[in-house]
Structure formats: structure tokens, C-alpha cells
């Protein structure tokens, strides 16, 4: 079992970065692939980007690539996703979350894949 925990999250103007983070404590975080998902007002939650246990293999929504970049530091149990050139449509609830992968190079784009997550926080960009 893992816990998660996001950080990072405000208030920024279009055109803007923000850094995310998600520590992990509980089992050894390598053993699992992690995503990124978000949720918008009045929206499903819906898949941003993934990366694998080991050997760093990502894969994002077309909707943040070349924007986005997921990136982890097993050694420091901690995802992160950096965010640059910010819309007003990245508005949401972002989520990390895990998925058992027992040390593959394996990531998920699905959220039934994945058995734990956090408890999100707010990114709000204004226009």
C-alpha cells in the first residue's frame, strides 16, 4: 500500500509554469507506475500523463504534450509534473496516482489501472 500526497498547486496567469509534486510514503515507490490525471468544474477526470517504474517511459494527452514533462525521483519517493506555457483550460484538481507494476517499464493512460491516489490539488490559471 502507498499514500500520496500533491503539492504545488495555485493561482497563476496564462503563459505561466507551476511544478507539482507527489511524495509517496508505504511501500517502495519504484514497484509503481504513476499518471497524473486532472478534473475540471463540471468535467470527468481524465488522464494527463503516465510514466513507468523503472526505466522513465512516459506518455502524455495530446492535450499537454510539449507543455507538460512527468518525471520521478525513486530515491526520493517523490512525481513530479512540470508545467509550462499554462492555459486557462488547464484549470482543475490534478491527482497522482499509482498503479502496481512490479518494476516493468509499463505506464497507464487508464484510471482503472490504478489502485491509489491522492488527494489533488487546485491549478488555476487565469486569462
Known amino acids: 500500500q502507498v499514500q500520496l500526497v500533491e503539492s504545488g498547486g495555485g493561482l497563476v496567469q496564462a503563459g505561466g509554469s507551476l511544478r507539482l509534486s507527489c511524495t509517496a510514503s508505504g511501500r517502495t515507490f519504484y514497484y509503481y507506475a504513476m499518471g497524473w490525471f486532472r478534473q475540471a468544474p463540471g468535467k470527468e477526470r481524465e488522464f494527463v500523463a503516465a510514466i513507468s517504474s523503472i526505466g522513465g517511459n512516459t506518455y502524455y494527452a495530446d492535450s499537454v504534450k510539449g507543455r507538460f514533462t512527468i518525471s520521478r525521483n525513486n530515491a526520493k519517493s517523490t512525481l513530479y509534473l512540470d508545467m509550462i506555457n499554462l492555459k486557462p483550460e488547464d484549470t482543475a484538481v490534478y491527482y497522482c496516482?499509482?498503479?502496481?507494476?512490479?518494476?516493468?517499464?509499463?505506464?497507464?493512460?487508464?484510471?482503472?489501472?490504478?489502485?491509489?491516489w491522492g488527494q489533488g490539488t487546485q491549478v488555476t490559471v487565469s486569462s
Open positions: 496516482a499509482a498503479a502496481s507494476s512490479a518494476y516493468s517499464g509499463r505506464y497507464y493512460y487508464s484510471q482503472d489501472e490504478y489502485t491509489y
